[in-house]
């Protein structure tokens, strides 16, 4: 059975590993510090974060460790935009090489996708650093983290195959992300946590699958200060619908792609 | 021997929008606008049917624009047909370029393994062979060096290495052999030669004649998005060449140049035949006014226009036509003993009266098609005959 299904996915594996491999090595092209660059960056912003809301802004102040609460916002909002920024044009870059060779085009996308998750890895070492340093106390809750972080990737991914096939077709599609994930910026919790909204808007928003995740993150991993869909509406059933969106638009932007990826080549 | 690709009934129509909708506001816009046809259906292929065997060098030639680079991207699942069906059994492997997926921000060495990969090579195969593909390519010292650095020389040597690496049932070829310089096509010929003896099934797409008669066991003809013919690479490579041919007879019947005289006496009809032994030409004139005594010729020329032979009645002892009256009606037939090598030859008709006046003149009256099991790069062979004598040393 796994010998059956490693026959049939073995060119992609190939492929995606390659991809994958090729598109690490072009990230940080030509710059001196290189890889290290994937861990500078959120130290930098961690500090940017923390002159900005913990001490030029003290808004922070009835949530402990608000500079990791924050921190941990942007590092996984920053990976849901550039999943799906980079998601729009994936197929269409690719354009060339899909007029001259068959392949799954899927790989492009989970290529992608994964590529910005490695990176999201590393960042969360330097997330996990500062929890240490900030004495962040870690209860046992923190092991429904893997679980919320695969939320947040099955979210990515299927927007990134919806746009990416979108795209094809609509080319004014990456315009319309663009403002859309500025207006999603702010009304996701990145940069400040939901509880300094007023309820009715806490209670509307925290339905964003972004927004229910990184609460819940924050909540689970950092502190229990952070509201949560549950707290808010007094069930954890509640979860259900953010969660259940998720789950319907990963399926239906799976099957749009995989109708459309036969004709990508010469609609391109 | 069973079929390796089997193509049944297909067709391919290309959409081509007027205007292509492809921002929100045309889209919109195109609603309210849904009667006008804002598009065009390009027929690329229409009721293609073919089979190749397994293990057959089948090649796939016709003019620019013909449909049969489609083709070729739909029997490696690049497009889709619009209809009809399309099987392949072993593994399929396209060269519809060289060095596909290179990426010059990379090294050598990293896109051997990229490339390697659309190959269908995992790490631990390409890993296996590098020193070969390295060495193959000559670029030992350049690996480490990224692609953007490399000629486009070394980029094509890189890429042909790889290629040649495929493990292929069935490959799809499509001119690559067009780029390079003389060193790089007979490594490619080379290739050829060796995929022939392994018995791979190679699908060819190409102009170069030569190289469809060296190599393909059997060739497609396709022409005006449609199968013209299916045969051996001899029979192929000759109806091609007529493709072009055709064109220029037109002109001829058209005039343009290619016929004059003052039409006293013209011709009607040329039928040309090709026999074992003779080439049969009968020609009909008609006369319309009177001409007392008419002299009449044939030249033969080969494909690049050069005459092979020239005569007219006169200098073979026949005699001429004498007293015609308007609307009289002659006829003569020529026999020349076939000593035509292999390849496409005019037949050109001049009428002459015997005050050298020109009365027609017609330079490409009609074509003729010679077949031999042997080529030749001359265009007759005399009948010639040779002896011999060896005397050996005392």
Redesign the interface.
């Known amino acids: 059975m796994i010998n059956r299904l490693q026959q049939r996915y ?2 992609s594996l ?2 995606l ?3 994958v ?2 598109d690490f ?2 990230r940080y ?1 030509g710059s001196f510090l290189g890889y290290l660059w994937s861990l500078l960056k959120p130290l930098a912003l961690f500090a940017i974060l923390y002159m900005v809301f913990v001490k030029a802004f003290p808004v922070g102040d009835k949530i402990p460790h608000y500079g990791v609460c924050l921190l941990a916002g942007v590092l996984l909002w920053n990976y849901f935009s550039e999943v799906t920024n980079t998601g729009v044009s994936a197929i269409v870059g690719k354009g060339d ?7 799954p085009k899927y790989v492009i996308v989970l290529a992608g996708s994964l590529s910005a998750f490695i990176n999201l890895m590393i960042t969360f070492v330097v997330l996990a650093g500062f929890m240490v340093f900030n004495d962040v106390e870690i209860s046992k809750t923190i092991l429904v983290a893997p679980l919320l972080v695969l939320e947040l990737f099955v979210f990515a991914l299927g927007l990134a195959f919806l746009l990416s096939a979108l795209f094809v ?4 599609i990456n315009y ?1 992300w663009e403002v859309m994930m500025q207006a999603a910026f702010y009304a996701t919790p990145v940069v400040y946590d939901l509880s300094f909204l007023p309820e009715k808007f806490q209670k509307l928003l925290i339905f964003n699958p972004v927004a229910q995740m990184i609460q819940d993150f924050r909540h689970y991993v950092i502190t229990d200060k952070s509201a949560t869909i549950g707290t808010l509406y007094g069930t954890e059933w509640m979860r259900v619908i953010p969660v259940g969106f998720v789950i319907v638009l990963a399926i239906g932007a799976a099957w749009y792609f995989r109708k459309r990826s ?2 990508f ?2 609609e391109i | 021997m069973s079929n390796a690709v089997e193509a049944k009934g297909i067709y391919k129509n ?1 959409i081509l929008p007027h205007e292509k909708k ?4 045309r ?1 919109f816009t195109g609603i309210f606008r849904s009667k006008r046809k804002g598009y065009e259906v390009q027929k690329a292929l229409h009721d293609v049917n073919f089979a190749v065997k397994e293990g057959e060098f089948f090649g796939i030639v016709g003019r620019n624009g013909s449909g049969k680079s489609t083709l070729l ?1 739909m029997l ?5 047909p619009t209809k009809g069906t399309i099987s392949t059994h072993g593994k399929l492997v ?1 060269f ?2 060289l060095g ?2 290179f ?1 010059p ?2 090294t050598g060495r ?1 896109n051997v ?2 490339n ?3 190959l ?4 631990k195969e390409i890993d296996a062979q590098y020193q070969d593909i390295v060495e193959f390519a000559e670029l030992e010292r350049f690996m480490d060096q990224k692609l953007k650095n490399y000629s486009s020389g070394m980029q094509v040597r890189l890429a042909f290495s790889l290629a040649t690496r495929a493990e292929a049932d069935i490959l799809l070829v499509d001119e690559v052999l067009a780029v390079g310089d003389a060193a790089f096509q007979r490594k490619c010929f080379e290739y050829f030669k060796e995929l022939k003896a392994n018995k791979k099934t190679v699908i060819f797409v190409t102009h170069d004649m030569n190289a469809v008669r060296e190599y393909c066991d059997r060739a497609m003809l396709i022409d005006k998005s449609e199968v013209q013919l299916i045969g051996s690479s001899e029979e192929i490579a000759r109806e091609y060449a007529l493709l072009f041919m055709d064109k220029t007879s037109d002109h001829a019947k058209k005039g343009n140049g290619k016929r004059w005289g003052n039409g006293d006496v013209a011709v009607t009809s040329v039928k040309t035949k090709v026999e074992k032994d003779e080439i049969v030409i009968t020609v009909k004139a008609q006369a319309k006014k009177a001409v007392d005594k008419l002299i009449y010729g044939l030249h033969i020329m080969g494909q690049d226009g050069a005459e092979i032979t020239a005569m007219n009645n006169r200098m073979i002892q026949a005699p001429d036509i004498e007293n015609i009256q308007p609307g009289d009606e002659i006829e003569y037939t020529w026999r020349v003993l076939n000593i035509f090598n292999d390849g496409v030859f005019y037949v050109m008709l001049t009428l002459v009266d015997d005050v050298a006046e020109t009365l027609d003149w017609f330079i490409k009256a009609d074509t003729f098609t010679i077949t031999r099991e042997q080529r030749s790069t001359t265009a007759v062979l005399p009948p010639v005959t040779v002896t011999n004598t060896l005397t050996k040393k005392k």
Do not use: C, M, W
């Open positions: 073995h060119y190939i492929l590993r390659e991809l491999v090729t090595k072009l092209q090489l899909l007029r001259k060779i068959n392949f077709k609509l080319r004014d319309i036969r004709y080549a010469e | 290309f492809d921002s929100i506001k889209a991207k490696a699942g690049i497009y889709q396209p519809i370029e596909v997926g990426n921000e990379l990293e393994y990229l390697g990969a659309l269908g090579f995992s790490k």
